[in-house]
């Protein structure tokens, strides 16, 4: 059923009555005790009930993938979209009684795929008479009692957020994104939920809700004066006692933040990206974390709390609704109150299952819709280009990506300080398998090259650091001394290095001699025909992954940022070949860099 505004504000009155804010500071809740104090022989009463959760839904209805205009599938043939989840969700809840469940996730929703996009931008839900978007639809039909905020929410802006918000039935949790002048939370840090049991007495679960620090950085355009996102251990401790002292018997933490304890953006920030181990870890008090944002597949891992020495459960699904972490705790009635006598977890897997017809059929219009939206002609191109050989060639097609960086970097710096300055582009083979054919190019086509969600920043880089920034990329290439056969299926990825990390820089000339090793394999590095000057200055234009420190690669992350653009680099690309109309790779593709054994070409 389409919620009309009457049968939604009614459901978003009974959702906002769930969510319990306390004021105030609060004791810490005693310590659990151990005693089964029941006496006269009567067996302890019990309660077992079910959370389940999803992560990292980017967008993702229906089991398909907007890019190549079919079914999604990959090497492990692992399905995706919340038409499958909801599928296990309603079994799931079969089996153990709808009131014996929970359905939770942890966060970025509303991005990632064309379904999301165009509902942020083409048909904006912000819009006056706007639409209700498809993920609110979904998320509704399906019945979920809560969602922790991702950074990828960030992504549209606070207005497309606010009105997600709004369209949504269930509280969107963010107890670390904070109004950056009240310092009080922007958004509501928890729900407390009460279980119905057999024994009178109702257990009380509090779901808080923590997203990732890197929001400040990665959506500074966004959010910069606005919000404020501080650590996920600091608001926990703050939060965690406080629901205790509330009553909450089970308290579980939704993090868009991995378990790894690491931070791509190297030390912009004091605060930990990865941080849901050592929130379990630090602060006592919590049952059971699900784990978002590191797009790992985590069924169970224990983490032990240093101060209590209780073990909590961690699971992280698999993103884009590829698994369904189901946590099952076991409670026990002790000294007057409900104890986690037994908690655990593990993975349901969505390929096991069929869509749910209510939730295709719900969304059936909205996805013709952006099916037509991305087979859309936005121009044509004179010749085919393909990404096939991109990993150890200078091609055309990698250069199209940096025509468009560099052209719009350089538009952006115009009538600045900046404005003399070279202006380069780094750009990666995301995809082995991109292609732009020779003929109508479509918008699919266009956003295949670009499968990621990045946005385009500029970055001062001195003559130095690019080489310095060229030697880390080339340790992509596996050494292969002078005269040794080179097979390309084992020349690229040294040392698991994705294809990702491995940076095409445009607007220098340069080679990389395989046969030397690491840190020196950067060869006549030249501007306009001549050696760089190692002070000499240079922008780059970067996208905002490698900007903030995603690879790890030296100097970017550090160096002054000239400008910066929240439009995803894929959205650039697609207006770019619709205003030129025609692509002509003749106007633009140049052979800058090429593999080389001392001088000698590779290819």
Request: proline letters at 5%.
């Amino acid at each position: 059923m389409p919620l009309n505004r009457r049968t939604f504000l009614g459901a978003s009155a009974a959702a906002g009555a769930g969510v319990a804010i306390a004021g105030g500071s609060a004791a810490p809740a005693a310590a659990h005790g151990h005693g089964h104090g029941h006496g006269h022989g009567r067996p302890p009463k019990r309660y077992s009930f079910t959370v389940m959760g999803t992560t990292d839904l980017h967008g993702n209805v229906f089991n398909w993938d907007y890019f190549t205009d079919k079914e999604f599938d990959d090497k492990a043939h692992n399905d995706v979209g919340l038409a499958k989840i909801s599928t296990l969700v309603d079994r799931v809840r079969e089996e153990k009684g709808r009131g014996n469940t929970l359905l939770i996730d942890a966060g970025d929703t509303i991005q990632g795929t064309q379904l999301s996009y165009y509902y942020a931008k083409v048909d904006p839900i912000t819009a006056r008479r706007g639409p209700v978007h498809p993920m609110a639809q979904a998320m509704n039909a399906i019945g979920y009692d809560a969602a922790a905020l991702g950074n990828h929410e960030f992504n549209y802006g606070i207005p497309v957020l606010r009105k997600f918000e709004e369209q949504c039935d269930f509280p969107l949790l963010g107890a670390n994104a904070l109004d950056a002048k009240s310092l009080r939370p922007a958004f509501a840090p928890y729900v407390i939920k009460r279980m119905r049991t057999p024994h009178g007495r109702d257990v009380k679960v509090a779901i808080l809700g923590l997203t990732n620090p890197g929001i400040a950085i990665w959506d500074k355009a966004n959010v910069g004066g606005k919000m404020v996102f501080p650590g996920l251990e600091e608001q926990a401790a703050k939060f965690v006692p406080r629901l205790r002292s509330m009553g909450a018997d089970v308290v579980i933490v939704s993090a868009h933040s991995g378990s790894s304890g690491t931070s791509s953006y190297g030390d912009q920030l004091p605060y930990v990206e990865n941080a849901a181990g050592l929130v379990a870890e630090q602060v006592p008090g919590i049952d059971a974390i699900l784990v978002g944002h590191a797009h790992q597949e985590i069924p169970e891992y224990f983490v032990e709390n240093k101060r209590t020495g209780k073990k909590v459960v961690l699971s992280e699904p698999l993103k884009w609704g590829q698994r369904l972490t189901l946590f099952d705790f076991d409670l026990v009635w002790e000294k007057g109150r409900w104890v986690v006598e037994k908690a655990g977890s593990r993975v349901l897997n969505s390929n096991t299952v069929e869509e749910d017809p209510k939730i295709t059929g719900l969304l059936a219009d909205e996805h013709e819709k952006v099916v037509a939206y991305v087979n859309q002609v936005i121009g044509t191109s004179t010749a085919a280009m393909t990404t096939a050989e991109a990993a150890w060639k200078d091609e055309p097609i990698i250069d199209l990506i940096n025509v468009v960086q560099a052209e719009t970097v350089k538009a952006a710096l115009v009538g600045g300080e900046y404005a003399g300055l070279p202006v380069l582009s780094q750009a990666s083979c995301f995809s082995r398998t991109a292609q732009i054919p020779a003929g109508d190019v479509t918008i699919k086509d266009a956003a295949g090259l670009y499968p990621f969600e990045n946005t385009l920043e500029a970055r001062l880089l001195t003559g130095a650091q690019l080489r310095d920034y060229l030697e880390f990329s080339a340790r992509y290439y596996v050494q292969t001394p002078v005269g040794a056969p080179v097979d390309t299926a084992k020349l690229t990825n040294a040392d698991n290095t994705p294809d990702y990390n491995y940076d095409a820089v445009s607007g220098l000339t340069y080679e990389i001699d395989i046969a030397k090793p690491n840190g020196s394999r950067i060869v006549n590095l030249a501007f306009e025909g001549k050696p760089v000057d190692p002070a000499a200055q240079f922008v780059l234009a970067v996208n905002n992954y490698r900007a903030s420190g995603g690879g790890n690669f030296p100097h970017v992350a550090g160096a002054k940022q000239l400008w910066a653009n929240s439009e995803e680099i894929r959205n650039t690309i697609i207006a770019w070949v619709q205003a030129k109309g025609s692509v002509d790779s003749a106007q633009f593709a140049s052979v800058d860099w090429r593999l080389t054994r001392e001088g000698t070409p590779v290819f």
